[in-house]
C-alpha cells in the first residue's frame, strides 16, 4: 500500500450508491477517486445479482475499482442485527460498519436509513453520487461537462439528480 492509499478515508458503501455508478459502468471513478478507498461488504455483494451488474461488481472488485470487507466486530455484528429490524441487509451492514470503522458511508438512500446512518456517523460523513461526482471534478479527474454528462446518463438510468454547477464553483 502506497502512502497515499494510506491516508485514503475508508468508505462502507451501500448498494445505492454502487447501483448508479454499476448502471452507467462508470466503477472507474470510484477506484480512481483521490481521498477515499470504496469499501464494499458482502452484504452489499450479495445484493447485486442482476446482469450487467453483478459481472460488473465483479470485474470493478477484480480491477481494485472498490474492495470486498466483511463485518467481524462483534459490536458492529450487534448494531447490524437492530438495525436489520428495519432495513435492508446492505443497508444496515454499511451503516453498522461505517459507525463501528469510524468510515464515512456512502449511500443514496432517504429517509429511515439516511436518518440512521446521520446519528451513527453525523451527516458530515455521508457521502452521495452527487457528492463523488463534485469532488472528482474538484480533484480533477472529471470535467465538469464530463461529470454533467454523467448526470444527464444517469437521469436516463432514473436517478435524477439537479445540475451539478451550483455545487461545483
Known amino acids: 500500500m502506497t502512502a497515499s492509499a494510506a491516508a485514503d478515508q475508508d468508505v462502507a458503501t451501500d448498494t445505492s450508491l454502487l447501483l448508479n455508478f454499476l448502471r452507467i459502468d462508470r466503477m472507474d471513478i470510484l477506484g480512481a477517486l483521490p481521498g477515499f478507498r470504496f469499501c464494499v461488504l458482502n452484504h452489499v ?34 448494531d447490524y442485527s437492530s438495525l436489520r429490524e428495519n432495513l435492508g441487509d446492505g443497508e444496515a451492514a454499511t451503516i453498522a460498519a461505517g459507525a463501528h470503522e469510524r468510515w464515512v458511508v456512502g449511500m443514496d438512500e432517504k429517509a429511515r436509513a439516511k436518518r440512521e446512518a446521520v446519528a451513527r456517523v453525523g451527516e458530515h460523513n455521508l457521502l452521495n453520487t452527487p457528492g463523488v461526482l463534485v469532488h472528482a471534478v474538484h480533484v480533477e479527474l472529471l470535467t465538469l461537462d464530463e461529470a454533467e454528462q454523467i448526470r444527464l446518463d444517469l437521469a436516463a438510468e432514473n436517478y435524477v439528480i439537479k445540475p451539478l454547477i451550483a455545487d461545483i464553483v
Do not use: K, M, S, Y
Open 45 to 78: 455483494i450479495g445484493e447485486i445479482t442482476q446482469e450487467p451488474h453483478a459481472t460488473r461488481l465483479q470485474a470493478a472488485l477484480a480491477q481494485g475499482h472498490v474492495v470486498e470487507f466483511e463485518l467481524t466486530d462483534l459490536n458492529a455484528i450487534d
